[in-house]
């Protein structure tokens, strides 16, 4: 009931919000409008009044709600639509958790630092405006574009001004390092900026905005929050023996903190990326606080290389400027720590060849920026090989099936060729690659090897060489999966009766096989378009550095160090095993969408894409037929059939019926009296929901798909604690919410 409470709730608030729309674009004026100094203002002023009513016993979630409807949520709406994100939906979802006294005080922190990052991101948005937009606005546009920075900036200030935080000497805690007064720097920006758009002298002035596009947003603001992030860690360490709510407040705080510089480290760390979230959202017990360090700061350390290597790519003096200045201001987040691996001298010598960098740039003398250029390489390769990163290690002799993914890869390589190499495709397909295609035939009563020659042949006698080529790369990944699936298994079935050694050639041999897989694994996700007739682009998961992580995950549990390593090792297993099956529903669709575009125009095309959608679809579809025959048949049917039969919104919802059939046994043995047997269904309940996530969020809305996010967290966490009450709601939450999404279905 509590779940209908909540969907009536967002409904009656979706209906004042579509009220206030109409209200507001009489006279063509958008809801989304930029606000000016003085509204965000009020949206500050209505943030410290929720952080005073946060503070009180109980909190009042109807006031809360109250105070942030209005300008502040006006200001959310405004960077959810210039970002794409959803932190109005979050903001929601936590004050109705405030609301229905689901653990009101973590739920208050997820709607005060959610806010933080509404503040930090009109900061940023506010200066790559004002840079972007110099050479068009005039300077009283301009200064007030500046005055919006500016009040934007105050709600967080004391944040900004606190000091940085570092590891220890013995690198196994954190402790508060020396003020970077980066309050200090961001004023000192604003005043220079001031200065620039008077445009006394444009292309100088332009220049400098540049630069300080980077000052106020990355030595300030994301330092700012690295430090936070770090801080929170540092507090949950220090409570997680004596007070394990205390320890729980600091984690979601770090948890939500991450999210404002997570796609800083994400870019060029995205498997630290997902080791630090998982984390975020742990028990604490494995807080290694020099891995957390390394794994921000490898993700740092690849922004500064990638803003100097685009100094040479470059067009102009300007953007060369603000591509130097990127490079020193990322730098600066990670010197303490550069520091106290590699010591004083060389954090002098990079800070003076990073300042150097700058002159050389602005003089536009480019064989000094060179020569700076490699000194400074030359230290970031140095301080990489320091850092304390997750890598996976294999230790067996796996030959055979490396060799057989690499004549994989040749006849993948061979596939996009224009026109296709038939011969590289007959050469690759033999020996390595035959033999693992004939053991899993073998074990499974499979014919792949027999089909595989069959294209094979028709390749060779250039019979629809791009339909029969596509046919082996199909065959050959569902090979791979197979055998994926089939060694980690093994090692899950056999953990306690073989040795560490054993084990670790069968899990190295599943890893080996993934390699042939990251190609359809990885890549954005494959949604509805809005009218529900085509097939989109959404947003990109990580599913491959999702199951990269959950393979060193799983090698590090083979050791049997633990009690529960055996357990670690299961849910390994799910991750690696359900986001490959993600994967290929995902490839399935996005051939589904280009046949969609082609079959009008190009129906040799569209013929090609339905075959690789059905091949796609068949290494999985047995995850769909247990729970949805029906539906299984309607989808092989139209990956068969007339191309003009082909509906994405039947294949897409007949998929999630039958994924929600295998959620739903997943969710009844969470509630299994074995602890491990639960916390593996738990994991796989969240595991399956998020295939179906991105649909539900289209048919349900953005709220809805937030709430399905925190019941899901609140599930794992329920179990991981003996909490059976918590548990219980939020069985009863997913399985509402379920409901509501099938109702919405075809």
């Known amino acids: 009931m509590f779940l209908l409470k909540r969907l009536v709730t967002s409904i009656n608030k979706s209906l004042i919000m579509g009220i206030t729309c109409i209200l507001l674009s009489i006279g063509s004026v958008s809801v989304f409008a930029a606000a000016n100094a003085e509204a965000i203002q009020t949206a500050a002023t209505a943030y410290q009044t929720i952080r005073t009513l946060r503070g009180e016993t109980p909190i009042n979630g109807d006031a809360i709600g109250d105070a942030y409807a209005g300008a502040l949520q006006a200001l959310t709406q405004e960077v959810d639509t210039a970002n794409n994100l959803k932190l109005d939906s979050d903001i929601l979802a936590a004050i109705d958790e405030i609301r229905d006294g689901n653990e009101p005080s973590l739920a208050g922190q997820v709607v005060d630092k959610?806010?933080?990052?509404?503040?930090?991101?009109?900061?940023?948005?506010?200066?790559?405006?004002?840079?972007?937009?110099?050479?068009?606005?005039?300077?009283?546009?301009?200064?007030?574009?500046?005055?919006?920075?500016?009040?934007?900036?105050?709600?967080?200030?004391?944040?900004?001004?606190?000091?940085?935080?570092?590891?220890?000497?013995?690198?196994?805690?954190?402790?508060?390092?020396?003020?970077?007064?980066?309050?200090?720097?961001?004023?000192?920006?604003?005043?220079?900026?001031?200065?620039?758009?008077?445009?006394?002298?444009?292309?100088?002035?332009?220049?400098?905005?540049?630069?300080?596009?980077?000052?106020?947003?990355?030595?300030?603001l994301t330092r700012a929050y690295y430090n936070a992030v770090l801080r929170e860690v540092a507090g949950a360490i220090e409570s997680r023996h004596s007070d394990v709510e205390e320890m729980r407040k600091e984690l979601k705080e770090g948890e939500i903190f991450y999210r404002i510089i997570e796609s800083n480290v994400a870019r060029d760390n995205p498997v630290g990326n997902l080791r630090i979230k998982a984390r975020l959202t742990g028990d604490g017990s494995d807080l290694i606080v020099d891995e957390i360090v390394s794994d921000l700061n490898l993700g740092m350390l690849g922004r500064a290389r990638g803003e100097m290597a685009n100094i040479a790519r470059s067009g102009d003096r300007e953007g060369r400027m603000a591509e130097a200045s990127g490079t020193k201001e990322f730098a600066e987040i990670f010197l303490p720590d550069l520091e106290l691996r590699m010591g004083a001298t060389v954090r002098s010598n990079l800070l003076t060849a990073l300042n150097n960098l700058n002159s050389a740039v602005k003089a536009d003398d480019a064989a000094k920026s060179a020569e700076e250029q490699a000194k400074i390489t030359a230290i970031f390769d140095d301080y990489e090989k320091e850092l304390n990163l997750a890598s996976y290690s294999v230790t067996s002799d796996i030959a055979l099936v490396d060799n057989a993914v690499t004549r994989y890869k040749a006849i993948a390589t061979a596939l996009t060729k224009d026109p296709v190499d038939a011969d590289a495709i007959v050469a690759a397909y033999g020996e390595e690659l035959q033999q693992v295609t004939q053991f899993i035939d073998q074990i499974y009563g499979l014919t792949s090897d027999q089909d595989i020659l069959a294209a094979v042949e028709s390749v060779k006698n250039g019979d629809q060489v791009a339909l029969a080529g596509q046919t082996v790369n199909r065959l050959l990944q569902q090979i791979f999966a197979i055998g994926a699936y089939n060694r980690t298994t093994l090692v899950f079935d056999n953990f306690d009766s073989m040795s560490t050694d054993e084990l670790a050639l069968e899990w190295d041999r599943a890893h080996s096989a993934y390699q042939a897989l990251i190609s359809v694994i990885g890549g954005s996700y494959k949604v509805l378009t809005d009218d529900k007739l085509g097939i989109r682009d959404g947003i990109n998961p990580d599913l491959d550095d999702q199951v990269t992580l959950a393979f060193i995950n799983g090698r590090e549990a083979l050791s049997k160090a633990n009690a529960d390593d055996r357990t670690h090792v299961a849910i390994a297993r799910e991750n690696v095993i359900i986001p490959a099956v993600d994967g290929f529903l995902k490839g399935a669709l996005g051939k589904v969408g280009e046949l969609i575009n082609n079959r009008t125009s190009a129906a040799d095309k569209a013929e090609v894409n339905q075959q690789e959608a059905a091949?796609?679809?068949?290494?999985?579809?047995?995850?769909?037929?247990?729970?949805?025959?029906?539906?299984?048949?309607?989808?092989?049917?139209?990956?068969?059939?007339?191309?003009?039969?082909?509906?994405?919104?039947?294949?897409?919802?007949?998929?999630?019926?039958?994924?929600?059939?295998?959620?739903?046994?997943?969710?009844?043995?969470?509630?299994?009296?074995?602890?491990?047997?639960?916390?593996?269904?738990?994991?796989?309940?969240?595991?399956?929901?998020?295939?179906?996530?991105?649909?539900?969020?289209?048919?349900?809305?953005?709220?809805?798909?937030?709430?399905?996010?925190?019941?899901?967290?609140?599930?794992?966490?329920?179990?991981?604690?003996?909490?059976?009450?918590?548990?219980?709601?939020?069985?009863?939450?997913?399985?509402?919410?379920?409901?509501?999404?099938?109702?919405?279905?075809?």
Do not use: C, W
């Not at 196994?172 to 445009?199: P, Y």
């Not at 059939?641 to 082909?646: E, M, Q, S």
């Not at 595991?687 to 709430?707: N, S, T």
């Open 615 to 746: 091949l796609l679809y068949r290494i999985v579809e047995a995850f769909i037929a247990q729970d949805n025959p029906g539906g299984h048949d309607l989808i092989k049917d139209q990956l068969s059939g007339d191309l003009a039969n082909v509906d994405a919104n039947s294949i897409v919802s007949n998929i999630s019926r039958g994924i929600i059939g295998q959620l739903r046994r997943s969710l009844i043995q969470s509630a299994a009296s074995d602890k491990q047997v639960a916390l593996v269904a738990a994991e796989s309940v969240s595991l399956y929901a998020d295939i179906f996530l991105p649909d539900l969020q289209l048919r349900l809305g953005a709220q809805q798909h937030a709430e399905m996010k925190n019941v899901l967290q609140d599930l794992k966490e329920a179990v991981r604690d003996d909490d059976s009450d918590k548990a219980t709601v939020a069985v009863a939450s997913i399985a509402e919410i379920i409901s509501a999404y099938e109702n919405e279905l075809i």
């Open 114 to 220: 959610t806010l933080h990052r509404v503040f930090y991101q009109i900061v940023f948005n506010r200066m790559s405006d004002i840079r972007g937009q110099f050479q068009n606005k005039t300077t009283e546009e301009l200064s007030a574009m500046t005055d919006e920075m500016v009040a934007a900036y105050q709600p967080i200030a004391a944040t900004v001004a606190r000091a940085n935080q570092v590891l220890s000497a013995d690198r196994l805690s954190i402790m508060e390092g020396s003020n970077a007064a980066a309050d200090v720097s961001f004023n000192e920006s604003v005043e220079r900026i001031r200065t620039a758009i008077t445009k006394n002298n444009p292309a100088e002035d332009a220049g400098v905005l540049a630069v300080e596009r980077y000052v106020t947003r990355i030595s300030s």
